[in-house]
């Protein structure tokens, strides 16, 4: 008898063992799906966002994303309610300059910028510098009929946009599917949905993002990424000095 439950009992771990061996690391996974947001080390990106609610168009706006390196980014507003503001996001903080100010102002990553856009979702483009990533509970699921990998990220710098994050990768793939974002309450903020990713010149992104506010879902913004330049700038851009010129 003790001799069947010793069997039992490694055929059981053995199967737990090889589960575990065949998925891929954390880290690993969430590196995959920013390669579907952000591929480019230094880039220019055009971007559209596009607001509703209650499926009534509620406002759109136009803006040029300037990213270099892990924490830098500017994020210029050209057209719309907020345009002619500059935001600066680096790994200390973010600042922003309205049209016609003298001074910038300190903000957080989770002001909204446009309808349920926020800075942080145009100038954080890649998980993995901002966030800790680890398997839920349960991390076999299935979002919208596709089979994805469920992980749990916890924000690692203060910089971060959110405090937590459900993010729901594709199985076969590794595209992300589905986002849910936490504020540090608890409370859930917003969730966003990604369409499977399209070919936008020489690359492969997710080129479309719906965000959803986390108590009203009637209120939406389309996130549409337009184009991608890799272009190199200048460090000085990305100082304080810079966002005043």
Not at 2 to 26: D, K, Q, W
Not at 156 to 184: H, S
Not at 209 to 229: H, K
Request: glycine residues 6%; aromatic residues 6%; hydrophobic residues 40%.
């Amino acid at each position: 008898m003790r001799f069947l439950l010793l069997i039992l009992c490694l055929s059981v771990c053995g199967g737990a063992a090889v589960l575990a061996a065949e998925r891929p690391h954390p880290s690993a996974l969430l590196a995959q799906a920013d390669n579907f947001r952000q591929q480019d080390e230094s880039a220019e990106l055009r971007v559209k966002l596009k607001s509703t609610k209650d499926q009534k168009p509620d406002g759109d706006s136009e803006m040029r994303v300037r990213l270099k390196g892990a924490d830098l980014s500017l994020v210029e507003v050209l057209s719309g309610r907020s345009a002619g503001q500059v935001v600066l996001m680096s790994k200390e903080a973010v600042w922003v300059r309205m049209p016609r100010a003298s001074l910038p102002i300190r903000i957080t990553p989770i002001q909204r910028l446009m309808g349920e856009a926020s800075y942080g979702d145009l100038g954080r483009l890649r998980w993995q510098d901002d966030y800790a990533a680890q398997y839920q509970v349960n991390a076999e699921q299935t979002v919208n009929d596709i089979p994805v990998w469920a992980l749990s990220l916890t924000a690692a710098k203060p910089t971060a946009a959110y405090a937590k994050m459900d993010l729901y990768v594709a199985r076969d793939g590794g595209w992300p599917v589905q986002a849910a974002f936490y504020l540090k309450s608890g409370k859930l903020f917003k969730t966003a949905r990604f369409d499977k990713p399209v070919k936008l010149g020489s690359r492969v992104l997710t080129q479309r993002t719906v965000l959803s506010d986390g108590v009203d879902s009637t209120q939406q913004t389309e996130m549409i990424i337009e184009s991608v330049t890799a272009k190199d700038f200048p460090s000085q851009k990305f100082t304080l000095d810079g966002l005043m010129e």
